[in-house]
């Protein structure tokens, strides 16, 4: 069974810092990987989507990269401002989970000006 | 473009009650439909998924239930509500492509506060 883990599962950083929030799952093989934003009472929103093929994606100050050798992805938030505050979640495809997304719980970012 | 549409946003119910949250996608045909749960805490748990019209797969038994009566529109549904049923519920969709397997990104509702009194 697909397991997905974050962390930390809390950040504080002032405004400017380059982040980097972790995502490890414990099956390797994996049909995709998703990161979510989400604001408080909210839904979700799909930030980037990296295919099992696929190395990085890139999304104006965003960046993820996955290795599935090592389970792990990353996001990279460059020149982090206030209204990146929010909870960032993950969320990995396996084949082996027939196909439904399993979740982390989320790394909550604060970004203080 | 796809939308997805989830109501109310918020619901308070006295224990025992029914329940009803509703979700539909337009611009999208055949999609894979999911309800999740998220407690305060805790993280997101999926209830029901489905692929297409009467087809409801439940990953958590519990009292809830989960219907879909068209193809772009999912339902769930309580008898009697519990406690325990409170919660953040969201609707989800994905598409799907070859073998009905989810190729694109997963795209969530706004998202129904339920609070059970």
């Known amino acids: 069974k697909q397991e997905v883990t974050q962390i930390p599962a809390a950040l504080s950083v002032p405004e400017g810092e380059n982040l980097v929030l972790n995502c490890s799952f414990t099956?390797?093989?994996?049909?995709?990987l998703q990161w979510f934003r989400q604001d408080p009472g909210k839904g979700l929103t799909s930030l980037l989507l990296?295919?099992?093929?696929?190395r990085e994606q890139t999304s104006g100050r965003l960046n993820a990269s996955l290795d599935k050798s090592s389970g792990r992805s990353t996001l990279y938030i460059a020149a982090s401002q206030p209204g990146d505050s929010a909870t960032y979640l993950c969320?990995?495809?396996?084949?082996?989970?027939?196909?439904?997304?399993?979740f982390g719980r989320g790394t909550s970012l604060i970004v203080h000006p | 473009s796809q939308t997805i549409h989830q109501w109310p946003a918020t619901l308070v119910q006295p224990v025992g009650s029914p329940l009803s949250l509703e979700c539909t996608v337009e611009?999208?045909?055949?999609?894979?439909l999911y309800w999740y749960r998220q407690a305060a805490g805790r993280g997101l748990q999926l209830l029901f998924y489905?692929?297409?019209?009467?087809?409801i797969s439940s990953e958590v038994p519990q009292n809830l239930s989960a219907s879909r009566p068209q193809d772009r529109q999912f339902i769930l549904s309580s008898k009697k509500l519990l406690l325990s049923d409170s919660g953040f519920y969201l609707c989800?969709?994905?598409?799907?492509?070859?073998?009905?397997?989810?190729?694109?990104?997963?795209?969530f509702g706004s998202g129904t506060q339920l609070s059970v009194l």
């Open positions: 989800a969709w994905s598409s799907t492509g070859t073998g009905g397997l989810p190729d694109e990104k997963l795209f």
């Open positions: 099956d390797s093989a994996i049909y995709n």
């Open positions: 990296i295919q099992s093929s696929q």
């Open positions: 969320a990995v495809v396996s084949p082996g989970g027939s196909y439904i997304p399993t």
């Open positions: 611009g999208t045909s055949n999609p894979n």
């Open positions: 489905s692929v297409g019209i009467g087809q």
